[in-house]
């Protein structure tokens, strides 16, 4: 007993849990784990609306790419033409769309949802329940906190669409709002919280609605080495 | 390899894929797809507590209705008594309750939730995550960012309840969140992550938290044009 | 036609809907209702990355034990060594991990993620989309609100995690954000999308961003009762 496997599919060395299905052409690297009710390579919603049954849909589904030592948990959904690098490793229920990249060791926690068009970098933490639009890039070891939402559309319902870009080594705090084509700078930290209107600049902290500074990098590491100590 | 169909239920011209349930007298019109994962006419509280096996939830759900040309992605559960007009779409592990009514052409996000007796107009975008609980009436044309958060209790937890009125064409920003009883004018503009706490005059801007009006509509539909343009 | 019962599980009088499985030596009380596509005793994630197949993930979960009367609706996963006391009621997709008791009679709302080595007590209602990181500890009696977020990393990421302590018969309101370490006291009230920074006090009302004092508890239970009454 296990999952359902394309035959135009390869997956050498995995293991697909029985209620999983792997669609198109999609390639599963070795070592990877897709778990029960996921769906690898689903397809874009014109091919949805065309098929007739699951063959025609796996006929249609131009696969996604998992690395190696890959982890889908259950309820999870990845596209057809999204990617995920080596070690990357999903909660439950979580989406990512097409033509998303992630990076490797990357994590996409529970329920969150990868609208389409995202970018992520190597070894983020995306905590539970984040949600990023398309167009939406993130750097390499950036933390985005449970719950907060990236939007990309200034005046909606708009034509012009600019997503959030988060470089290197970012914190976002939980339950954040960042608003459509915000830069938030490299190791620049948003408190739980905020509502960020404007540019962060590089390894600043702020807070707030609209978010302001409230302190420099250095301040935050030193108050977060006196939390690891207890002090505080 | 299908889904399950009552055999009360009807589905003519409709696809049922693998791991779907239609239970009850539920009626699926032409064209609709129901993905797997999904269960339509899912019972009440009393029902599947009562219920010794899925034949007698079958045998007693009063089922759901959705027009023709319906997609329910992987994951979403729609109750009994629920009614989805045509060409209604759904994301992935959306929830939508019972006494539910969606007008024509609307879209429900990924992981919204129509929490029972929500009435939703027609062309309505209700984006990922938005939660809709009990009493919730939203008007034609509206746009519901992702995360944004209604709700319906002012004094929880109250014995009255009552629900946000969205009136047509207004626009609800990611992550705000809308408390009891509010009247959202019509056209009126709800900006991202703001905290709406008495009611938003017709065709008004209002930002913040607690929210303020900011703007006029025809300063926003400005801006918005500008910005369309790429000036902004 | 019903789930799979692992043959070290014991779940009699118990109901297992097609598409559920139960792994390990689980326990399920008297009258529980286990829906589809529910896991209990789901892995760990060292277990998750070793087992070959589900005959090995069953082999190696410790279980999880749920009380009688235990209703866990579609798509919810309960965790390895979670335990749930008699009557809890879960909605769809919910997420509870490992190390987590959930206290008798107690409501986890769709799409609520408590995410593990969290303590819930009795008769809490635990709304849509909540999420509860571990360290989070929850007295009898509280409320909520949908999309509250609580924290435990003051200054992510770091290597102390510090849950929040919610005393008995208190209500956090909706799309609240509640910073890592802070107490909500006896019967406090948080309004919904207050940002709470600091311990509040018990029978204490607070609001805005950061959340500050507006008004004690009698004064919160007399508009409630003019509100129920349809004064306000």
Chains 1, 2, 3 share one sequence.
Do not use: Q
């Not at 007993?1 to 135009?8: D, K, T």
């Not at 198109?24 to 609306?49: F, N, T």
């Amino acid at each position: 007993m296990r999952g359902y496997l394309s035959p135009r599919a390869r997956a050498p060395g995995a293991r697909l849990l029985p209620g999983s299905a792997v669609l198109g052409p999609s390639m599963v690297g070795e070592g990877s784990i897709v778990d029960c009710c996921v769906v690898i390579g689903y397809p874009r919603r014109a091919l949805l609306r065309a098929a007739g049954g699951l063959e025609e849909l796996d006929a249609g589904s131009a696969g996604a790419r998992l690395g190696r030592g890959v982890v889908v948990r259950s309820g999870t959904v990845v596209y057809e033409t999204a990617v995920l690098g080596d070690g990357v490793e999903t909660g439950h229920h979580a989406v990512i769309r097409e033509e998303t990249v992630v990076g490797e060791g990357t994590i996409v926690g529970s329920h969150a949802v990868l609208d389409g068009r995202v970018r992520v970098g190597r070894r983020v933490r995306i905590e539970t329940g984040a949600y990023l639009p398309p167009g939406t890039v993130v750097g390499d070891d950036v933390f985005i906190g449970p719950r907060a939402v990236f939007t990309n559309d200034r005046y909606p319902p708009s034509r012009r669409l600019k997503g959030v870009v988060v470089e290197e080594g970012a914190v976002i705090g939980a339950n954040a709002t960042i608003l459509p084509g915000v830069r938030i700078g490299r190791r620049a930290v948003v408190a739980a919280g905020s509502v960020v209107t404007r540019d962060v600049p590089p390894e600043t902290v702020v807070a707030g609605a609209p978010a302001r500074p409230v302190m420099s990098l250095g301040e935050y590491l030193e108050k977060r080495r006196r939390w690891e100590l207890g002090e505080a």
